[in-house]
Each structure stands twice: as structure tokens, then as C-alpha cells.
């Protein structure tokens, strides 16, 4: 089946600091998935980030950026400055037939 | 504007007793709806979803039934609860169809505790 696997957290970072969390993911029914990242901060529901439906594109929000690439089957999450209150746990997933696949979430932490 | 409500916030739930978890849209008609779990430590995984009053199609089974009485409603319940089922419930919901039926917007969630 389909499934998504992402940078085991917890994940510290400091303040101002380059951030990179990897996901890959493998699609059996379908060739190019929607690709997505959402995120939950503390206290709050699950949130889209981004998205990039099509193979080659790069998603942007918030600083942040993924490019969907094909032939790596990968989504990697980065952000060149992060900021205190990027503190949430991010999750990335693909959409399949009606479904989304979720990694495990990366819990990212801000060191002031 | 849309809005997605959840009730109850949190449960601290009896093995064996019942349970039920709601779902409320507001501002969007004819939504897909979806129920998604996610216990301690684990991944969140689809339960169920629906495309019309009425009608549901499970994803996966964990002794938990859902319905759609209303458009804008969508509940998830059982008679008997497990030490399982304990984990953190999240309603969803997309458009019908369409280049943005593909993404799914979260609710705040209903976090239970099953002792």
C-alpha cells in the first residue's frame, strides 16, 4: 500500500538556524500523488501548510518550501530562518483515492 | 467563511461504556467528511468517510461506527469502548470533486482516554 516516512523527531533547532525534514514517500496505485505538509501547533487542530499536486513543483507558506521530486519520490520540508514560534509538529502526507497517507509527524522544537 | 467544530474537547471514558464523538460544518454544503485517528506514539490513519447524507464506507476497523444524519453533521460512536480506542479523533473535510477536492481541512480534535 501507499505510505509516507518522514524524519524521525523529536527535532531541535536553533533560533534563526536553516531547518530541514525529510519525507519520501511510496505510491502503488498511482504514479504522481497530490503531496501535502500540514502542521499542528501546540493547542491547535491540524492545519495545510502546503501542497504541490503536480511533479516538479515547489509549494511555498510561511517561509517554508517542499519541492516534489519525481524521481527522489521525495517532498523535503526546509526553511532557511526559523523563528520561535515555527515550534509544531509537521506532518506530511500524499492523497490517494480518496485518502490521506500521514507519516509519523516530526516534532520540531526552537531554541530562543 | 468555513468552520469545523468538534465535541467533546476531551473524554476520559470507562472500558465498555459508550461513546459517541461529533462533527459540525458550517459554510460549506455537500462536504466529503472524514473521521481520522491517531493513538499515542502512532500515525494518523482515515476510519471513515462520506460523500452524502446517509452514506459511509469504513476505512478501517477498530469496533467504531460513524453516520451522517445531517450535511453538516457527521458523528462517530460505539457501544463499547476499548483500552484501544484511546488516541486523538479528528473530523475533516473537503469539496466535493474539483482540482481542491483532494485536500482535507482538520478540525480541532477530541482527544480520549479510555481507563
Known amino acids: 500500500g501507499d505510505s509516507v516516512t518522514q524524519t524521525e523527531g523529536p527535532v531541535t533547532v536553533s533560533e534563526s538556524e536553516s531547518l530541514i525534514i525529510n519525507c519520501t514517500y511510496s505510491?502503488?496505485?498511482?504514479?504522481?500523488?497530490?503531496l501535502f505538509w500540514y502542521v499542528r501547533y501546540p493547542g491547535e487542530g491540524l492545519q495545510l501548510l502546503l501542497k504541490v499536486i503536480t511533479a516538479g513543483q515547489k509549494g511555498s507558506s510561511r517561509g517554508f518550501e517542499a519541492t516534489y521530486n519525481k524521481e527522489t519520490t521525495s517532498f523535503h520540508l526546509q526553511k532557511a530562518s526559523v523563528q520561535e514560534s515555527d515550534s509544531a509538529v509537521y506532518y506530511c502526507a500524499l492523497y490517494n483515492q480518496g485518502k490521506l497517507i500521514f507519516g509519523q509527524g516530526t516534532k520540531l522544537s526552537i531554541k530562543p | 467563511a468555513q468552520t469545523i467544530h468538534q465535541w467533546p474537547v476531551a473524554e476520559i471514558k470507562a472500558v465498555g461504556s459508550p461513546l459517541s464523538l461529533g462533527c459540525t460544518i458550517k459554510g460549506k454544503s455537500s462536504p466529503n467528511l472524514y473521521w481520522y485517528w491517531q493513538a499515542t506514539g502512532g500515525t494518523l490513519q482515515q476510519l471513515f468517510y462520506s460523500i452524502t447524507v446517509g452514506q459511509v464506507e469504513s476505512v478501517v476497523q477498530l469496533n467504531l461506527s460513524a453516520s451522517r444524519p445531517k450535511d453538516d453533521q457527521f458523528i462517530l460512536s460505539t457501544e463499547k469502548l476499548l483500552l484501544s480506542h484511546s488516541g486523538f479523533y479528528l473530523c475533516a473535510w473537503s469539496l466535493r470533486g474539483g482540482p481542491s477536492g483532494n485536500t482535507l481541512y482538520f478540525g480541532e480534535g477530541s482527544r480520549l482516554i479510555v481507563v
Open positions: 505510491a502503488t496505485s498511482i504514479a504522481y500523488p497530490n
